[in-house]
């Protein structure tokens, strides 16, 4: 897989679930933790993400309303 189609992949269960863990990403991708944090780093400076302690979650404008 490459990092585009983890970023993207990201972002999809960011939408469905609102935030995730380091851990639980990696876990999910096969990949160390460090590969993630680089991952979020990117999507952090895009402005699509934003870090919490140990996670990610989407940032509250990204959200749908019902």
Same mark, same amino acid.
């Given at each position: 897989? !490459?990092?585009?189609?983890? =970023? $993207? @992949?990201? =972002?999809?269960? =960011? %939408? !469905?679930?609102? #935030? ?6 990696? %876990? /999910?991708?096969?990949?160390? @933790? @460090? !590969?993630?944090?680089?991952? &979020?780093?990117? =999507? @952090?400076? #895009? #402005? /699509? &993400?934003?870090? &919490?302690? #140990?996670?990610? /979650? ?6 749908? $309303?019902?």
């Amino acid at each position: 897989m !490459t990092q585009a189609d983890r =970023l $993207a @992949e990201i =972002l999809d269960l =960011l %939408q !469905t679930r609102g #935030g995730c863990g380091i851990g639980e990403l990696a %876990q /999910r991708f096969a990949v160390s @933790e @460090e !590969t993630i944090r680089r991952d &979020v780093r990117r =999507l @952090e400076k #895009g #402005g /699509r &993400v934003y870090k &919490v302690h #140990g996670g990610v /979650r989407l940032p509250d404008h990204m959200f749908e $309303a019902p």
